[in-house]
């Protein structure tokens, strides 16, 4: 998980610098590794929400939401992250768009409450 999670954020801070350079082979190079690393980081968030889905029910019926609110937010930082990047992908063209700019300001809030998520875990 730490490893699709790295790789989807520094190929996203990867992209949107290549983005403000001439070159368009390194951009598309980033684009297309952001979206390769994403896509892998979104399948093991799956999976990983899957595997504690029964701990996250039971804190919801204890109404434990102190426990899990930064879990909560960080997951709903995650499901607007990976929705505004679809309709990056699929139906915006060309840089500068509001839902870019979105998904940018979502995917740096996402990235450091994930790190505080993963550090904040007792073991």
Do not use: D, Q
Not at 100 to 123: D, M, N, P, Q, Y
């Amino acid at each position: 998980m730490a490893l699709t999670f790295s790789l989807s954020v520094v190929t996203g801070i990867g992209f949107h610098l290549a983005g403000r350079g001439s070159n368009h082979e390194a951009w598309h190079n980033w684009a297309v590794s952001h979206i390769v690393s994403t896509l892998l980081w979104l399948i093991v968030v799956v999976l990983h929400t899957k595997r504690y889905r029964k701990m996250f029910m039971s804190l919801a019926k204890r109404r434990a939401y102190k426990k899990f609110f930064p879990t909560l937010v960080a997951s709903t930082l995650f499901i607007i992250t990976t929705i505004t990047g679809i309709v990056l992908l699929l139906f915006i063209e060309g840089a500068n768009s509001s839902i870019g700019l979105w998904h940018w300001e979502c995917g740096i809030a996402l990235a450091v409450l994930t790190l505080v998520h993963a550090f904040s875990i007792k073991k």
